[in-house]
């Protein structure tokens, strides 16, 4: 097995099985994969592991490395280009201007927005800066044990982190802005409550069982809606909490390989994208408390990496190692979503997305940041590229400045350890912008 020097993604091997869907109690499905990871080749991220799969070959190898041919940038040819108009015919001209650099001193693993701080996990620390003028304000979670932090979520005025350790961490925040660590998914009462009953273990390696509500591997995503708290991760599972008491209430076996990110509805749909290269769609009917497979959505050719919402949810946006960034829009079916078009410019791996009102902002293993404009028929623009990392960016933040400003603010995080913030002004944006949009992803 050959070993990826392709940076901060996670590899994907085709699988010709399809996966099936357990939910609590968890039966042998659950089993996980015994094989051995591969460390990413870069120094500077030699604290994070990248799954890898055991039962492809090498000949099938489809993972983030084997872009790194001489292909042609028009991947995915069978898909439609929906880049059909210009910042000239939208009649806005682009600026952008970096504001700021903050250096947390080592690679960026994910960045969120909570009110007016900016959260920038860099290892196995989070730094914690003000958004009115980016002066460091805490840092917590120093504890290097628990390994790189993968993503974070905001409840309740609470901090949710998820680790290489496979643990999730919860921090309150105090009244003078400091995090204190409050609990650890799952919890310990939790466990009690579980741990004697055999149905509730699961086996992950041959000889090696767990409890099904344990995540066996790194927790790669989060996402918060309604009350519950949404985790995936490279045990190829999706776990749901309750926010208010902790406690865990399902676990599906969503994906056949590693998921990578997790996208949530405001009716409750969940999308799950993994290294088996395809997104799937999870919903509760009416009266129902688990989650049931609704819809698979295939169309990468390698790992999906990132996703974004419309925030009506009617637009679906899914970035992959094979450079596209896939438009997925609704179609009469309620939960069903179908391929329209694909994006295309980076000339790397796609590992973050955002969406704020008819904007999408795309990173990529390119080093730099795509700034896209949904217009009228579903065609899209890409307004401007914003260069200056020298290493992949990571994880993105996009949140809109004052109405009268015109104007966007986008925070970049790259494994070059900086995070730059910028400010991109567009004219004609005051009728499709409101301040109060905050998006942000890992």
């Not at 960034?325 to 309620?334: G, H, K, N, P, Y």
């Not at 400045?401 to 070059?416: A, E």
């Amino acid at each position: 097995m050959k070993v990826i020097s392709w940076i901060g993604t996670i590899s994907a091997l085709p699988r010709s099985s399809t996966a099936t869907e357990a939910t609590i109690p968890l039966s042998n499905e659950h089993i996980q994969s015994s094989s051995p990871k591969l460390l990413l080749s870069d120094p500077c991220c030699s604290l994070s592991e990248i799954p890898s799969s055991s039962t492809a070959s090498q000949s099938q190898d489809t993972s983030c490395s084997t872009l790194q041919s001489n292909l042609s940038l028009l991947t995915l040819p069978s898909v439609p280009s929906l880049q059909k108009i210009s910042p000239e015919s939208l009649q806005v001209s682009v600026s952008h201007l970096c504001v700021s650099s903050l250096k947390p001193n080592t690679c960026i693993g994910c960045l969120a927005v909570s009110g007016d701080l900016l959260y920038v996990a860099s290892g196995s620390e989070i730094n914690v800066y003000s958004l009115t003028n980016y002066a460091h304000i805490d840092a917590f979670n120093g504890n290097s044990s628990s390994g790189s932090v993968k993503s974070l979520a905001f409840s309740e005025g609470k901090a949710f982190t998820a680790h290489q350790d496979s643990k999730i961490r919860v921090w309150q925040l105090t009244p003078t802005k400091r995090h204190q660590h409050v609990a650890t998914l799952p919890t310990v009462k939790d466990r009690v409550r579980r741990f004697v009953l055999p149905k509730n273990y699961v086996r992950v390696r041959r000889h090696k069982k767990r409890l099904w509500i344990e995540h066996a591997d790194a927790v790669s995503g989060l996402a918060v809606r309604n009350g519950l708290i949404y985790s995936v991760s490279w045990d190829k599972c999706l776990k749901v909490w309750r926010a208010s008491d902790l406690r865990c209430l399902e676990s599906v076996k969503a994906h056949e390989d590693a998921i990578n990110a997790v996208a949530v509805s405001v009716d409750g749909t969940v999308y799950t994208a993994g290294a088996d290269r395809r997104i799937r769609v999870w919903g509760r009917t009416s009266g129902e408390r688990r989650h049931t497979l609704i819809a698979t959505l295939e169309k990468h050719k390698s790992a999906v990496n990132a996703l974004a919402l419309t925030s009506d949810a009617s637009v679906l946006f899914s970035g992959a190692c094979d450079r596209s960034i896939l438009v997925w829009e609704r179609e009469d079916s309620a939960h069903h979503m179908a391929v329209t078009g694909a994006l295309r410019g980076h000339t790397g791996a796609i590992l973050c997305l955002v969406n704020i009102s008819d904007f999408l902002v795309s990173g990529s293993s390119d080093r730099t940041v795509r700034i896209w404009r949904r217009g009228r028929d579903s065609r899209f623009c890409c307004l401007t590229v914003l260069e200056g990392h020298e290493r992949p960016v990571k994880s993105l933040v996009a949140l809109s400045d004052s109405v009268s400003s015109g104007s966007i603010s986008v925070c970049s995080g790259s494994l070059d350890g900086e995070t730059k913030v910028w400010q991109v002004l567009i004219s004609n944006l005051r009728s499709s912008l409101s301040s109060s949009d905050t998006e942000f992803v890992d």
